[in-house]
């Protein structure tokens, strides 16, 4: 079976209207492995696998890349189509926001305002707004994340979970090179040099992981401190190097509670995040 692109919100419906098992991959192009090994998460659950290719204005901030961000369909159709995919929606702007989109979600502020929110404002705002009206469109049964995007994935679960949509969420384990650096469609802004020194984002999320075991959460404070410094000294410029609480990344109050180390930097003039499960 060919793979099937539509570009309107009617012709994905009336495709997909007898589908008893719509799975769902939501991206904005520009496609690496790690977003087709989340198409093959879905493949298996699934009796049609949709993904959508949509660079979302709303999560951009006026500073960011969303012109430059890059657009390349033709291989990413090919892409998913070797993945499994059965249907690409890729609606223009003027399909999925005919109108100003006056009408938003906001994630609750103590979530959506912190580490990722709090150097990108409004970027969880434009993420679940979008996602919220693709889950509208699309009405999949289940829909597959990166684990990447740590803090995304855990504000759609609490978005889905509180607004009772019947959505199943999947968490796809992040895809890494050989050396360690977590893929990225913004990968490919490094330039050579960079892309050597790239894998020392996860090596140090690996070192405050070994620490905070070995030293327990009484040292967290320090541990943060030494990594920023320790990042800082190699050239990046670091936004957070961070211990939180899986549950709700918060910072953590008790030594039972499951972490995660979280961290993003600039590398040159690309911002790079990633995390590592304690």
């Not at 291989?75 to 499994?84: C, F, K, M, Q, T």
Request: aromatic share 6%.
């Amino acid at each position: 079976m060919t793979i099937r692109v539509v570009h309107h919100i009617a012709e994905l419906r009336a495709a997909l209207a007898a589908q008893p098992a719509v799975g769902f991959v939501p991206t904005m192009g520009n496609l690496h492995q790690g977003h087709l090994d989340l198409v093959k998460i879905a493949r298996p659950r699934s009796s049609v696998v949709v993904s959508s290719i949509f660079v979302n204005r709303l999560q951009f901030g006026p500073n960011e890349d969303f012109d430059r961000y890059p657009r390349t369909m033709e291989a990413d159709v090919r892409a998913l189509e070797s993945a499994g995919c059965d249907l690409v929606f890729a609606p223009d702007e003027r399909e999925l926001y005919p109108v100003p989109q006056g009408y938003k979600v906001h994630p609750p502020i103590e979530l959506a305002d912190i580490l990722e929110g709090h150097f990108r404002p409004g970027f969880f705002v434009g993420v679940a707004t979008v996602v919220h009206k693709l889950f509208n469109i699309v009405q999949p049964q289940l829909a597959v994340f990166g684990q990447k995007d740590y803090q995304q994935l855990m504000i759609i679960r609490n978005m889905v979970a509180q607004m009772a949509l019947p959505i199943e969420i999947i968490a796809g384990p992040t895809t890494r090179a050989g050396d360690g650096l977590a893929l990225s469609s913004r990968n490919g802004y490094l330039s050579a040099q960079e892309r050597a020194e790239a894998p020392q984002l996860f090596a140090l999320l690996e070192h405050m992981a070994a620490r905070v075991k070995a030293e327990g959460i009484a040292a967290v404070p320090a541990i943060e401190a030494d990594a920023l410094l320790a990042i800082a000294a190699r050239g990046w410029k670091p936004d957070y190097l961070t211990i939180r609480r899986r549950a709700d990344l918060q910072p953590p109050s008790a030594t039972d509670e499951p972490l995660v180390a979280l961290a993003a930097a600039k590398l040159g003039s690309t911002r790079l995040i990633d995390n590592l499960e304690i």
